[in-house]
C-alpha cells in the first residue's frame, strides 16, 4: 500500500528555520511529482511547492524565495526547507504524491508547523 510520511514539524519564532522530509514507500517514487501543501484554520489548502521527476520546480509568491523544496530519489525522500519563518505560515502542512501522467494522487497525514513569539 502507498504510504507518505512527513516528519520534522514543530514550534518555530518568527524568522527561524524548519526542514520537513516526507517518506514515500508503495510507488515507484522517482517517477512522481512531488509537493507539499499547506491548510490554515479556516482557509483552503494551498500548493506550497512541487517537483518533477526531472527536478523542475514551481513555488508560489507567497513563499518564493524563502522555501526551497528537494528530493532524493535513492532515500524515496521529499524535502521543504523553510527559511524566514513568518507567523502566516502557521499551518498544517501536507505531503502529496501525483503519478505520471493521468496518475493518482496521494497525501501523507499532516504535520503542524507553528510560528510564534
Known amino acids: 500500500q502507498v504510504q507518505l510520511v512527513e516528519s520534522g514539524g514543530g514550534l518555530v519564532q518568527p524568522g527561524g528555520s524548519l526542514r520537513l522530509s516526507c517518506a514515500a514507500s508503495?510507488?515507484?517514487?522517482?517517477?512522481?511529482?512531488m509537493g507539499w501543501y499547506r491548510q490554515a484554520p479556516g482557509k483552503q489548502r494551498e500548493l506550497v511547492a512541487a517537483i518533477t521527476s526531472g527536478g523542475r520546480i514551481t513555488y508560489p509568491d507567497s513563499v518564493k524565495g524563502r522555501f526551497t523544496i528537494s528530493r532524493d530519489n535513492a532515500k524515496n525522500t521529499v524535502y521543504l526547507q523553510m527559511n524566514s519563518l513568518k507567523p502566516e505560515d502557521t499551518a498544517v502542512y501536507f505531503c502529496?504524491?501525483?503519478?505520471?501522467?493521468?496518475?493518482?494522487?496521494?497525501w501523507g497525514q499532516g504535520t503542524q508547523v507553528t510560528v510564534s513569539s
Open positions: 508503495g510507488i515507484i517514487f522517482s517517477i512522481y511529482v
Open positions: 502529496n504524491a501525483v503519478g505520471p501522467v493521468g496518475g493518482a494522487r496521494y
